[in-house]
């Protein structure tokens, strides 16, 4: 829940270049996004080994940058870009559910939720 984050929002701007007449008003929302991506066990015990959901601290910060000195203990790279993934529950073989959030840049006064 991004109920906590309400109070960024105050001072946010909109970027959106268009002239926008509608108007809407919600109470209570709960918004639920599902992919099904068919595979086979070994991609989804492969999945679940790469999100390390059957380890102590589950999930991470993953990017599509290569390591080009993996041999190294540590990797320094920019936090723009990277996905934040909470592993919320799993079996092994058969599924993985999670929340990602994508860290990008964004303009001055643009919150992203």
Do not use: C
């Not at 105050?10 to 108007?23: F, M, P, Q, R």
């Not at 991609?43 to 041999?71: H, M, W, Y």
């Amino acid at each position: 829940s991004n109920e906590d984050r309400v109070s960024e929002l105050s001072n946010a701007v909109s970027n959106i270049k268009d002239e926008l007449d509608e108007n809407l008003t919600l109470d209570n929302v709960h918004l639920m996004i599902g992919e099904w991506i068919p595979m086979g066990a070994n991609q989804i015990v492969a999945l679940n080994d790469k999100l390390g959901s059957s380890e102590r601290v589950q999930g991470g910060f993953f990017t599509s940058i290569v390591d080009t000195e993996p041999d190294h203990s540590e990797f320094i790279g920019e936090s723009e870009g990277l996905t934040e993934v909470d592993v919320l529950d799993f079996d092994e073989a058969v599924f993985v559910n999670f929340e990602a959030e994508v860290h990008y840049p964004e303009e001055d006064g643009i919150v992203q939720v």
